[in-house]
């Protein structure tokens, strides 16, 4: 039987959305100002087009106004980067988003590099990164949306995480290596697993957090856990699944049957982390806004 707090991240989303638009009524009232977000989608990606047209109906249930740049699959790189110089240059646009991923033949590097840091509500240019990793310096003006609601999640649901063991499966630039220097900063001790870690479920198995962002379904079993655990699963992969509709279903990176015994609060996939996305891109918009018009 499952013995786990479910960490409710559709719920907690859709409180913190609710928060935003009240913020954001108040903002229109007192300065008439209204937060605006650009998206910028490259190419015909189905799942691209999913996550964009989500944060575009999420903007507008918010108040905050989105604008959005689509180009074909062959565009040219400065094509991409003349639309990001023009909502750079653009007052009304408090935030801009790049889809990820481009198509092949461009420079991811080049294209993020190109966002105003003032309005890189993904958190992914460089520098924001770099200040990220850096104590003591000065803070990242926005910090990437997904690692951001992992850490989020853990105090909404009021999870220690000063001087706790926690382990990051994965190491990516989105969401693995980001959410490593949040738990730093929030004073873990963290270690991060990665594709060439050896015995990684032994290393696992000393976390009293785990974090876990690898795209492998499943991967995380019940013998990789310490009893009590919490477990956030930041993984969305679709398995073939011929009794559902869509011939799919969603998984995590994590066993839920078997963890959700053994973990004392777990995220589900979906309803977990994924709402908890969108909620910080709209949270890292209005925080821009509020930041270039000096509103508290
Ligand atoms: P990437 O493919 O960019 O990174 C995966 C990471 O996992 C890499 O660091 C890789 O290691 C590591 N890894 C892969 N296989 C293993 C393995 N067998 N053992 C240990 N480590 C492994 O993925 P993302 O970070 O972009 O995404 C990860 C997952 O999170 C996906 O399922 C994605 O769909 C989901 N996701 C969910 C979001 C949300 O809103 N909830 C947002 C973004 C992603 P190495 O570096 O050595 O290659």
């Not at 913020?23 to 910028?40: D, F, H, Q, W």
């Not at 750079?88 to 294209?111: A, C, F, K, W, Y």
């Not at 982390?273 to 918009?285: C, H």
Request: with cysteine.
């Amino acid at each position: 039987e499952t013995t786990a707090t479910i960490i409710d991240g559709k719920s907690v989303a859709k409180q913190i959305k609710d928060e935003i638009a009240s913020e954001i009524s108040r903002m229109k009232e007192t300065t008439g100002i209204v937060p605006g977000l650009a998206v910028i989608l490259v190419g015909d990606r189905k799942d691209s087009a999913t996550y964009v047209r989500n944060k575009k109906k999420a903007c507008e249930a918010a108040g905050i106004k989105s604008y959005e740049a689509k180009l074909p699959e062959d565009s040219t790189e400065e094509e991409v980067l003349k639309f990001i110089s023009e909502f750079n240059d653009d007052p009304s646009v408090h935030g801009i988003l790049v889809q990820l991923p481009l198509p092949r033949h461009m420079n991811e590097e080049t294209i993020l590099n190109a966002v105003r840091i003032e309005k890189d509500v993904d958190g992914f240019h460089p520098l924001n990164i770099g200040r990220l990793a850096m104590r003591g310096r000065q803070e990242p003006l926005f910090v990437p949306c997904t690692p951001k609601g992992c850490i989020e999640l853990l105090h909404r649901y009021g999870i220690d995480i000063k001087g706790k063991r926690a382990v990051v499966i994965g190491r990516s630039n989105i969401v693995g290596m980001p959410a490593a220097l949040l738990l730093q900063r929030e004073d873990a001790t963290v270690s991060i697993i990665h594709s060439r870690t050896k015995n990684p479920e032994e290393i696992a198995r000393q976390a009293d957090i785990i974090i876990s962002a690898t795209g492998q379904p499943n991967m995380v079993k019940g013998s990789w856990i310490k009893p009590g655990a919490v477990i956030i699963d930041v993984g969305i992969n679709p398995v073939d699944d011929p009794a559902s509709p869509r011939g799919y279903q969603l998984v995590g990176d994590v066993c839920y049957e078997e963890a959700c015994k053994i973990a004392s609060a777990i995220t589900p996939v979906p309803g977990g982390v994924g709402p908890m996305t969108i909620a910080m891109l709209l949270s890292n918009t209005l925080i821009s806004a509020k930041r270039v018009h000096n509103f508290e």
